[in-house]
């Protein structure tokens, strides 16, 4: 007599003919269960989700910008401000979009003259259609306009220098002198024509003040920065006008020298006195004049 085995199958199972996400064999894959979306979705292919050269947040970032509504913010900075991954993760996966079709900006000028950044997000690379409307005025041509000469850069005006009291022509030789040799010291202050005229009168203002030449020589080239110097006459009229030292001490001007009488012999008491020619008598025999009452 034969024993049954309740645990085994009666027949043999076959897979259910018509249902293709059902697999033949017992893996640990993924199991979809799918709920027909009536509201609130978006188609997006699998070109994208699948992408075998995309990265898994460019893949992401490109699902989320398709999702948006249109004129949402689809810059760098408002998605930076809605995900943890930070700008510059963003902007990375915003340019392997951008090389494979997915992503366009486009930079457009409104009437008002703003610049601003149309973001295009593209659901099928290769096929461009006419982008959404965004309430975004296309941009107009301009219209042509003559083209103008170019004319130089009007030149910045030198700091004021300080003003000498007077202008003697050997003084301004002089200072001009001084001025064309600062080149032999630093070949970087080498000035102009236009230059050395305006910084002359400064240099004669040390000279009045009785500073030397090599003085003033010293005090224009000591310390210079190691940087290039852009305008070289910009920095000696600063320094000419910063350190410019105090007037000399004032000094009492010289008189005439005191005038020395030769002597003479009184007629009355035949002394010696010094006096002027026209006196005969010495101070004692002198004659006083008499009084008025």
């Not at 509201?39 to 989700?49: K, S, Y």
């Not at 760098?76 to 900006?105: D, M, N, Q, V, W």
């Amino acid at each position: 007599m034969d024993t049954q085995n309740p645990s085994a199958p009666s027949r043999a199972q076959s897979a259910v003919v018509g249902n293709p996400t059902r697999s033949r064999h017992h893996t640990g894959g993924v199991i979809h269960e799918n709920t027909r979306h009536t509201t609130r979705f978006v188609v997006i292919g699998n070109h994208l989700t699948q992408h075998k050269e995309l990265s898994l947040l460019a893949i992401g970032l490109g699902c989320h910008i398709q999702s948006l509504p249109t004129g949402a913010g689809a810059d760098i900075k408002s998605l930076a401000a809605r995900f943890p991954e930070g700008t510059t993760r963003i902007a990375a996966a915003l340019r392997e979009l951008e090389a494979h079709g997915y992503l366009r900006r486009e930079r457009l000028r409104t009437p008002t003259g703003r610049i601003i950044t149309r973001t295009v997000s593209c659901n099928q690379p290769g096929h461009r259609r006419r982008p959404a409307d965004t309430n975004c005025p296309d941009p107009q041509p301009r219209p042509a306009q003559p083209r103008r000469a170019a004319q130089p850069r009007p030149r910045k005006a030198l700091p004021a220098v300080p003003q000498p009291s007077r202008t003697a022509p050997a003084l301004h030789q002089q200072a001009t002198d001084l001025l064309t040799g600062l080149r032999r010291h630093d070949p970087r202050l080498l000035l102009s024509a236009t230059d050395t005229e305006h910084l002359a009168p400064g240099v004669i203002a040390w000279l009045e003040r009785e500073v030397t030449p090599t003085a003033v020589r010293h005090a224009l080239t000591a310390d210079l920065p190691d940087d290039p110097l852009r305008r070289p006459a910009a920095l000696l009229a600063h320094r000419l006008t910063a350190q410019l030292p105090p007037p000399p001490p004032y000094r009492t001007p010289a008189g005439p020298p005191p005038v020395r009488h030769g002597l003479r012999t009184c007629d009355s008491c035949d002394r010696a006195f010094r006096a002027p020619e026209t006196e005969t008598h010495c101070r004692d025999c002198r004659p006083t004049a008499p009084r008025i009452r």
